[in-house]
């Protein structure tokens, strides 16, 4: 059959269709990526659909200039994923697409990974033993090194150093070496016997058996375990059932934080190679690990939110670890997608089971479960039978305290430390002090481009702001009136010096963004805490993400009452989820757990609910208001958020937009309203809410007005984004 006259290719702008051009007689496929004219640019785009006819205009179709690929780097059921996010998110496709693949993919390097090889000739031989040549001790060196064999260019450096490239020009020319680009073989297997895990208790091995009775088709369980309850075993048991009917799994967390502690689990378990993608990756690294499951080399892929379009060979289970971790969503640029959504709706595509796993997982996963759609598995005991923690209230209006931390609280660090256990003291704020303040004039450091007060860092001597990255020198008087300037509020970097003045010589480990910055700096201070080096640990969120403490035996809430009396109605389920991750640090080990958590509303229902029922019996609570109130997930959100130069520009594109909606049947328009910070990085922001009863009623709403937002005036003085399922509202 003669290739298709026609191929319909996603290019990467923000316009909502495929660009047809023709074909000048290669065999193409759909997910294969050709490069094409586009106006003056030549982009690398990817075959979504063959045509035989065109509405093209014969004059005005242009021809394809290169294929790319000799297979399609998408197959069927990646593209209908990316089909299916493209209409859902109401993003265009092109730009879909081109979130799926690496950046040197987009660009148009080879999905094959080639390497250079250099060989001796018969006459460079010949040569060689008749001691040519005889003026260069660096070519005889060359020649000498490919007697034996034919070398890489990587040996060749190692073994010669940087300058053997130079010795290679004069060599060739008399052609006594040649060199070849061949394809790289499959990556050294791991060394040594794969590892064994430990004995799985009941309730694992009932989840374990259920998941992986559905290898083979999809089905969607929550795998709900309390913290510390083995939920990585199930995720490990599963995924070795599946590696031995040779297929592949994919494994997602939300964060980079977790990747070296799970890719660490993986790797002592399974004998063969994983291929780990996340944000914190260079772009080449980035593309080996991409081309090793695109290949099948790796058979496990670990990774971030972007791992959920990675090219596993023969999927086989997908798993999303933490899975109510808000950092799933793409909150910035234009496609903010979940990746846990898609997680479900690939499993689906694939007929593959996902597993979603979680202590707290989210409210509209566990209304999933209610309504039947997702399967239930509980993991209600720790594994090797430790007990759970006990949890208690200290009331802040009864006690005194000291850089944020009370009295019963210190006393309980001192009695923990001196039976030899560990303390974690959770603040979720980074820096010295959230304010600088002048106590004469009530000056308050502001960031110019936000409407937020500048952070003290006074480690570095600085002023920053956590919102736009702006710092300052740290001044040592106001401004304005020349008075003394003091930090107040607590910050991270307060607190550990607070502990160090409080328990001298007791080493003290931060966890926190301001000093994990390098590759490596996370994993030296896991393990410093891991191995007893450190006594007291001190983190924000950071800590919270599935680390594994044994030793920790106590653990200390200091910022409990954020989120109580937030507007934002999702800001209480992250509370809760906060505060039964952190709690659940505590006591993994064999020795007994406490969580002491300080607030100023001891008697609030969220609180006394979390103690006395846990969780489960918060989700019930917060569920049941959520439906009264008409919120997700029993209605369906989207958002339009714009930024422009101007706070009026941005307001009046909103109120361009909602003159357009009309009356719309079934979609409740709340806004335009700036946001909460309206000034953000010299840009002002603002959003219109669109909320629907039903999710057709919503999207077929959609598909309908924006196109014709795009071609409103006051659109091309912003900078504007639709978020369908909004996590975070202003």
Known sequence: MPPAPILRVALPTPLRQLFDYRNPGHPMRPGMRVRVPFGRQRLVGVVMATAETTDVPAERLKAVLQPLDDRPVFDAGLLELL???????????????AAALPKALRLGASVSAWEERWHITPAGR??????????????????????????????????????????????????????????????????????????????QRAATERIQASLGRFDAFVLQGVTGSGKTEVYLRVTEQALALGRGALVLVPEIGLTPQLVGRFR????VPLAVLHSGLTDPERLLAWRAAFTGHARVVLGTRSAVFAPVADLGVIIADEEHDASYK???????????????????????????????????????????????????????????????????????HTAGLSTPAAQAIERHLGAGGQALVFLNRRGYAPTLLCTACGWIAPCRDCDARLTVHLGARELRCHHCGAHAPLPERCPQCGFAVKPVGQGTERLEEALAQRFAGVPCVRLDRDVVRRRGDLEAAVQRVVSGEGRILVGTQMVTKGHDFPNVTLVVVLNADQG???????????????????????????????????????DHPLLTGLLGEGYEGFARTALAERQQAAWPPFTRLAAVRDSARTAEAALQFLTDARALAGGARGIRLL????AAMAKRAGRFHAQLLLESPGRGGLHQFLEAWLPRLEELPSARRVRWALDVDPMELF
């Open 671 to 674: 806004g335009p309203v700036p």
């Open 330 to 400: 793409q909150h910035d640029g234009g496609f903010r997608y979940s990746a846990r959504d898609l997680a479900v709706m690939r499993a689906r595509g694939a007929a593959v089971p996902v597993v979603l796993g979680s202590a707290t997982p989210a409210l509209e996963t566990l209304h999933n479960v209610a309504a039947g759609r997702y399967t239930r598995l509980a993991l209600t005991r720790r594994a090797a039978e430790a007990a759970p923690p006990r949890i208690a209230l200290i009331d802040l209006r009864a006690h005194a």
């Open 126 to 203: 010949a040569a060689h033993l008749a001691g040519e040549p005889k003026r260069s001790p660096r070519r005889q060196a060359l020649l000498a090194a490919l007697l034996g064999t034919e070398r890489t260019a990587a040996e060749l450096r190692e073994q010669l150093g940087e300058s053997w490239r130079a010795a290679t020009r004069p060599l060739a020319e008399r052609g006594w070496i040649e060199s070849a680009q061949v394809p790289c073989g499959p990556p050294p297997a791991q060394s040594g016997p794969p590892g064994r895990g430990p004995a799985l208790n009941e309730e």
């Open 564 to 602: 109580l009396f937030s507007t934002d109605f999702r800001a209480p389920e992250r509370l809760a989820q906060t505060i039964v991750q952190v709690a659940g640090r505590a006591g993994r080990g064999t020795r007994p757990g406490e969580v002491l958590i300080q607030t100023e509303f001891p």
């Open 268 to 271: 002592e378990r399974f004998g």
């Open 83 to 97: 089909r299916w996010a493209a209409g859902y998110y109401h993003h265009p496709i092109g730009e879909v697409v």
